[in-house]
Each structure stands twice: as C-alpha cells, then as structure tokens.
C-alpha cells in the first residue's frame, strides 16, 4: 500500500528564512504528486503538482518542489518565507494507475515576523 | 461563484445516531471525494465517486455511506456503526481520476463532534 511521510510536524522560521519541508512516499510504480496547503481558516488549496516532465515544479507564491525519483521524494522549498505562508502543508500522492490519493499527515509553518 | 459548498460547518451527533453532511459543487465536474482529518494523520479518504450513481470504497469506508444521484451533490452518511467519528470531514471533486484532470478542490469542511 502507498504511503507518504513528511518528515516535520511543526516547522518555525523567521521572515526571510529559506524553507524546505519534507515528503518522501513508498510506492514503486508511476506516481503523480502535489502539495497542499490549508491557511488558517480557509480551504485546502493546491500549490503546485507533478505529473511527468521537468522534475522541477513552481507552484503559487515563489513555492517549487523538485521530484527525485530515486529517493521517493518530493520536497517543497521557498528561498524566502513571509509571515502570510503560515499555514499546514500536506504532501499527497497518487499511483498512475488507479490508486487512491494518499495525503501525508502535514506539517505546520509558523513564520514569525 | 464556482466552488464546492459543504453544510453545515459543525454538526453535533449524539451516540446512535446517523448524521448526513452536505457536499455540493458546481464546477461541473465528474468526481468528488470524501476525507477525513485527523490531528496528526492527514486526510484519510472514506469514499470517492467517479461518476453519477457510482461510487468506491476509500481507506477507511467502515461506518460511512455515500449516495451520487446528481453529479452535483454527495452526501456522506455517517452511520452509528461510525465508532470514532469526531473529526473534520473535508469534501473534494476533481474533473476527473486521470492526468491533469485529477487535481482536488476543497470545500470548507464539516466538523462532526459527537455528544
């Protein structure tokens, strides 16, 4: 069965700070990958996907994320975080082939002003 | 306004009881899902539905009940068999389950505390 992992529960920066969060999943077939994010008080929103092609995604608001195959891993990155990306991040992952999305438990962002 | 509308934004249940929360979108698309999150676990997916008057098994499916007789609306039951059923109910549709037509949109949630 997949699984996906996000290696922090609570992550707490300053503005201006370089962030980079965690997510590796296990699942040996074809995958596509995303990552949400839920700001307090609102809806879960998408942020950026990978389907095929270029391994490195940008998504909304400076966020990339780089897919490494061989390490199952999908890491969410920003060079500079503000205090508006304080929110719960969620990495999720779907086999090509009929498979149900798989959510990873999330990790929270405090960025403190 | 497009969008995904759930109803209503807390819902209390007393033990024994079935509850029905609302899902509806008017996006136009073919798939919805239903998840459940916990502190600390993620979204754990209860039901999904490709299309009208179908519908699938998620993870965690024991205790819930799902009905797709408009492609507009999916309505998650959850029953007294449900042993655990305080949570955060969040409803998704998606174009459909394949490629780029599988992204989710979100609702605003449903939070079930039981009584």
């Known amino acids: 069965a997949q699984s996906v992992s996000q290696h922090n529960h609570h992550v707490i920066l300053s503005e201006a700070a370089s962030l980079e969060l965690g997510c590796n999943y296990s699942?040996?077939?074809?995958?596509?990958l995303f990552w949400y994010v839920q700001y307090p008080g609102q809806h879960l929103q998408l942020l950026l996907k990978?389907?095929?092609?270029?391994?490195l995604v940008k998504g909304i608001k400076g966020f990339e994320a780089e897919f490494i195959k061989s390490k199952f891993s999908f890491n969410l990155r920003k060079p500079s975080v503000q205090w508006s990306d304080t929110a719960e991040y969620f990495c999720?992952?779907?086999?090509?082939?009929?498979?149900?999305?798989?959510f990873g438990p999330g990790t929270r962002l405090s960025v403190l002003p | 306004d497009g969008g995904i509308t759930q109803s209503p934004k807390y819902l209390f249940r007393k033990e024994g009881q079935n509850v029905t929360l609302s899902c509806e979108q008017n996006?136009?698309?073919?798939?919805m899902y239903w998840y459940r999150q916990d502190p600390g676990q993620g979204l754990r997916l209860i039901y999904y539905?490709?299309?009208?008057?179908?519908?699938q098994k998620g993870d965690i499916a024991e205790g819930y009940s799902v009905s797709r007789e408009k492609k507009e609306s999916f309505p998650l039951t959850v029953t007294s068999a449900q042993k655990n059923p305080t949570a955060f109910y969040l409803c998704?549709?998606?174009?459909?389950?394949?490629?780029?037509?599988?992204?989710?949109?979100f609702g605003p949630g449903t939070r079930l505390l039981v009584l």
């Open positions: 996006l136009n698309h073919d798939a």
């Open positions: 539905s490709q299309i009208v008057n179908d519908f």
């Open positions: 990978y389907f095929s092609g270029d391994p």
């Open positions: 999720a992952v779907r086999g090509n082939y009929g498979q149900n999305f798989v």
């Open positions: 998704a549709s998606s174009l459909g389950l394949a490629g780029n037509q599988e992204t989710q949109y």
């Open positions: 699942y040996g077939g074809t995958v596509n």
